[in-house]
């Protein structure tokens, strides 16, 4: 017997959904309206108590800031409802499916959250003297190793802040190479169609030339389009492997042959590495630069939109010509090369890099161990085949044939439905599913790119495939209007962003006062 | 495996459904001498208790800031963070969300990073800002190349007082573009020199206060002086709490202000992850590097956000795009607007304060023990004292009495400066942490 219905239990009357209620306050039961901090807070509130400071003398100079900044704040309750509110208008792993090809939503366990802060890395200055931030070095050497021993590469650079921030690494590594050389005419970079758009703006921002490449038939680089490309003034190449069709480049060691017969170096970029650890190793590829998502393939979360962590590994080619700071064993204790010396292209950010992830990362990967690292790859990829298989008689595989961690369709199924991907993907939020990425790669047309990644249960799969089988089925009948106006059940409608472009508001600011303006 | 669902059975299942009779079939198109027969030689899965022990051993290895009188500053900084913090960014909504890349389902980090947006504009005094940066060091590097763009020039003037590693990092980046970039020699109340390097072949001039060394800089005649060669002032900070107490790099003529957001609502985490805060005018927004979230409505005209102007991004330019940057610091950026929004205009202000007094004390203790003298005239929460040693030393037979007392400026530059020492005090160090401190520095100095 529950509480309500002491004397009273409920009996609902048959419901009619013509009724449609316009609250006053703007909630929607659990759905609550959430006003701007700026329509709320007030600048002489806080939450924080502070001691009142004693008044002493002033070192500021003639450089004290005068009037108020605007900031308004929130007691505490009212902060803790404030984002409690917010976080419910957002999707996230923890609440379901959320299928982003190429993004590798995987769940976060919560030792690692525990781990990142134990104040030994989380509570550690990094200035503060290398004798006593010994554990925190010892974790990072050991991160090194991991990472190195699952590409079979000799050196790694920890720093780069993000997968891009690793790319620029890379290529950064790959151009003074070449230059302590004297190849400096080496500019031009072989790019596929399919690449990340973080790939050619690397490249440029190192300073090179793009060049694509086209794709085959079958998703993949085309080798004879390559041989006609390579020439002296090659630098290298930027490939994802698997590619960011969801394809193992089956050509791989070639091309990594035939860059090197050009005195090109191979960046890899590592994306997708979640599709490999454990069973292939980069370095037996021909490998010479590889960024490791961390945030992706090692699980730290994505918070949002980050912090990321780029660790790059580097061949033997390009290991000294790695960025400061590094770790190195000093006999029992660890010590930090932090000033770039002979060809080291130099310094990447403050500091080293992104411990609160390397923390995360190295934990994960203690807690899966070798043998659970393979088999993570395998049900990673043995999940995005099972999708595949079961869509394929309803909706239409780019390429077909045997995918790795993630599925690509294109929009063939949709032909003349009037459906379009971003309809399709918007219905999937009604479903209650996170759309998988769309309109990427670009060498497919209204792509849709599914990473289910090994966290999913069959179960969860199945329910999954069954709400695409049934959009794809509604979208053959001709049902187009429900798709135009999907999300229905979402917190927002569609969201103007042409409109958010065009005039662009990126800030609050005070509404004008009626009465001021008249004056 | 704790974090894997299959099972045995649902993988025979699945397999049979995709067609193969194992999983290697689904590995075919690796090159046979690059697939592995063996696991890798690394250690087998560990339970959660196992591997918490692991790490507890190592965490236990190094001294932390909070269990020692603790002096250090330098571009990372000490401050209380409230609990409520940590509490909302660990919400799962927010902790495993992406990118909120379908703007229907991910109101709460847009909304959120609206709001960052607003506090860091008015906290840097400027029109606009990012949705963040990697951090202060790349932010500063990424404006350089942006004061490029804007100006179609390629000569960068970095003040002597920029923090060191912003100086290379920027040079890094600057190196491979064929940004010109002036030599640096650190010093501490030199910045105003840079006025005189000013031409019309300027693309920008980067200053940083208050300064590496602590010394708050005067910008506006840097500003003035840019600003009639057509150059852009690129404002640096490295503690966002100071510009709570010092005039705003907006209020002196800045056009793009960037620097580090760490100080409030992320912890120091052995250098990172932090938050970068990049803003500047209006209208130089068309060519800022990384995210931006803006205002809109939906389809029933109710106001909502979205990440906007995005074809300067990668994802949508690529090689044309104004950076690779692609990640932010989401989370960071996150608990730094909590933190903002508990503390508002009277909460960081009074902290701001408090860093002050500390400091304060601090100096006056410090410049009465014999063999260290300050270097500054003035500073917010972090100042500059000679010694008559080799400040590395110092520190480490501070150190060996549990006190983490600074941070020395060779430890940046090697070699240079190597009798200074980058003292910083802030509100959580307490009246008995400033006495140990002058006790210990005075034995060491003796």
New interface residues.
């Given amino acids: 017997m529950s509480l309500n219905n002491q004397g009273r239990p409920t009996a609902p009357s048959a419901a009619n959904d013509a009724v449609q209620v316009q609250t006053v306050s703007g909630n929607k039961a659990l759905d609550q309206a ?1 006003k ?3 329509e709320t ?8 108590d ?5 008044g ?11 009037g ?7 007691s ?1 309750p009212e ?2 409802r ?3 509110r ?10 379901g499916v ?1 299928p ?1 090809g190429s ?1 590798t ?1 995987k ?3 919560r ?1 690692n ?3 990142a ?13 290398v ?6 070095l ?2 990072m050497y050991e991160l090194s190793h ?1 990472l190195m ?2 590409c079979n590469m000799p050196a790694v650079a920890l720093t780069p ?5 690793g ?2 690494c890379g290529m ?1 590594a790959i ?1 003074a190479r070449l230059d302590a050389d004297g190849h400096s005419h080496k500019r031009r970079v072989l790019v596929p169609e399919s690449a ?3 790939n ?8 090179f030339t ?1 060049d694509e490449i086209p794709a085959t038939d079958d998703g993949r680089v085309d080798l004879a389009a390559l041989k006609a490309k390579l020439g002296d003034d090659v630098a290298g190449i930027m490939l994802t492997n698997p590619n960011t069709c969801g ?4 050509d ?2 070639k091309i990594a042959d035939l860059i090197h017969s050009v005195g090109g170096y191979f960046y890899c970029d590592g994306a997708n590495f979640n599709a490999l650890v ?4 980069p370095g ?2 021909g490998v010479d630069a590889m960024h490791i998502n961390l ?1 992706k393939t090692f699980s730290t ?9 780029g660790p790059t590994v580097l061949s033997d080619a390009l290991k000294d010509y790695a ?1 400061v700071p590094y770790v190195v064993k000093d006999g029992e204790g660890y010590n930090l090369v ?3 010396i002979d060809g080291s ?13 390397y ?1 995360r990362a190295l ?1 994960y ?12 790859t ?2 990673a ?3 995005a ?2 999708i ?3 869509l394929s008689d309803v909706m239409t595989p780019a390429f077909g044939g ?1 995918c ?1 961690h993630e599925a690509l369709f294109d929009d063939r199924f949709l032909k003349d439905t009037g459906v379009e991907t971003l309809d399709f ?2 219905a999937m ?1 009604d479903e209650g599913y ?2 998988m990425t769309m309109y ?1 790669p670009l060498v497919v047309h209204g792509a849709m790119l599914i990473e289910p990644t ?5 179960g ?1 799969l199945d329910r999954f495939i069954g709400s695409m089988r049934h959009l794809a089925t509604k979208a053959k009948t001709g049902d187009v209007e429900s798709f135009k ?1 999907a ?1 229905i059940y ?8 042409t ?3 065009r005039k ?5 600011t005070p509404p004008v006062d009626v009465a001021e303006a008249a004056e | ?6 099972n045995a059975n ?2 025979a ?3 049979s ?4 009779d194992n ?1 290697d ?7 046979k ?4 027969d063996k ?8 339970s ?1 208790a196992a ?2 022990r ?14 020692v009188p ?1 002096f ?1 500053g ?3 900084y ?1 401050h209380h963070i ?1 609990a ?1 913090v ?1 509490h ?22 847009l ?2 990073l ?2 960052f ?3 860091v ?3 840097t005094g400027m ?3 990012n ?2 940066m ?5 932010a500063c590097a990424e404006a350089v ?1 942006m004061a490029r763009r804007v100006t179609r020039k390629n000569k960068a003037i970095l003040a002597p007082g920029l ?1 060191p ?2 100086a ?2 920027t ?3 600057a ?4 940004i010109d970039i002036n030599e640096i020699t650190p010093e501490i109340g030199a910045d105003a020199s840079v006025i005189d390097m000013i031409t019309d072949e300027t693309a920008c001039v980067v200053v940083q206060s208050p300064n590496v060394f602590g010394e ?1 800089v ?1 910008l506006t005649p840097i500003a003035e002086k840019a600003h009639a060669h057509k150059a852009l002032l690129i404002a640096v900070f490295t503690e966002p709490v100071a ?6 790099p907006g ?1 002196q003529g800045a056009d793009i202000v960037v620097g ?1 957001g760490q100080g409030l609502g992320v ?7 932090h ?1 970068g805060l990049f803003a500047c005018r209006q209208k130089l ?1 068309r060519q800022m590097p990384g ?10 005209g ?1 106001r ?3 990440l ?4 300067r ?9 104004t ?10 950026c ?1 608990a730094f607007t ?1 933190h ?12 701001a ?2 860093n ?2 500390k ?3 601090l ?1 006056d203790l410090i410049d009465g023990i014999d063999g260290a003298k300050i270097l ?5 929460n972090e100042f500059t004292v000679k010694l008559n040693k080799p400040a590395a030393q110092v ?2 037979a501070l ?1 060996a009495k549990n006190i ?1 007392g600074g ?1 020395p400026f060779s ?2 530059v ?1 070699g240079v400066h190597e009798d200074l020492l980058l003292v910083c005090a802030t ?1 959580v160090v307490s009246d008995e942490d400033i006495a140990a401190f002058g006790a210990a520095l005075k034995e060491v100095l003796s």
Avoid at chain 1, 200 to 207: D, E, H, R, S, Y
Avoid at chain 2, 25 to 31: G, H, I, S
Avoid at chain 2, 39 to 46: S, Y
């Fill in positions: 959430t701007l901090i700026f807070g007030t600048p002489r509130r806080t939450g924080v502070l001691p009142e400071p004693k002493k003398a002033n070192r500021l100079g003639a450089h004290a800031r005068e108020e900044i605007g900031l308004p704040g929130l505490e902060t803790m404030h984002y409690v917010l976080s419910q208008k957002n999707y996230a792993i923890d609440l959320y982003l993004c939503m769940h976060n366990p030792l959250e525990k781990v802060r134990m104040p030994g890395f989380a509570d550690v200055h990094p200035l503060q003297p004798s006593t931030a010994q554990g925190a010892e974790l991991w021993t699952l802040k993000a997968g891009a921030h790319e620029l950064m151009r990340h758009g973080t050619p703006a690397t490249a440029v921002q190192c300073g793009v394809l193992f480049e089956r791989i060691i454990g069973r292939v190793r037996d590829l945030h979360p994505h918070g949002g939109g980050g912090p990321g962590s960025p932090e000033t770039a292209f130099g310094r990447m950010c403050a500091f080293h890099g992104q411990m609160g992830m923390s934990t990967m203690m807690s899966h161990g070798a043998d659970g690292l393979k088999q993570a395998e049900d990829v043995l999940n085949n099972y595949q298989a079961s045997i790795m993907a918007k939020i996170h759309p990427f090994e966290s999913e249960s069959k969860e106006q999300p979402a917190p927002m409608r569609r969201l103007d962003e409109q958010a472009a662009p508001i990126l800030r609050w | 495996m704790r974090y894997l669902p299959l649902d993988r299942e699945m397999l459904v995709v067609g193969v999983i079939a689904l590995f075919e198109d690796v090159p001498s690059a697939r592995l696991l890798v030689d690394l250690p087998k899965h560990q959660e591997v918490e692991h790490m507890n051993r190592l965490s236990n290895k190094s001294i932390h800031a909070s269990s603790f250090c330098a571009g990372a000490k409230p409520t940590d909302l960014i660990q919400r799962s909504e927010f902790l495993t969300a992406y990118t909120p890349y379908q703007p229907e389902i991910s109101q709460g980090t909304q959120a609206f709001e947006q607003t506090q504009a008015l906290l029109d606009v800002a949705a963040s990697y951090d202060g060091s790349t190349v923090h590693h912003y290379a990092a040079q890094t980046l190196s491979t573009l064929d708050i005067d510009l709570a107490a010092i005039k705003s209020e580090e912890g120091l985490n052995y250098g990172g992850p938050v927004v995210r931006v979230c803006g205002e809109t409505v939906d389809a029933n109710e909502g956000f979205v906007t102007l995005s074809t991004e990668q994802h949508i330019r690529r090689e044309k795009a950076s690779n940057i692609c990640t932010n610091s989401g989370l960071c996150l909590i903002m929004s508990l503390l508002g205009d009277a909460g960081i202000k009074r902290m304060a408090l002050h007094e400091a304060c004390e100096a500054n005239d003035t500073f917010f520190v480490e150190a983490l941070v430890r940046m090697n509100e």
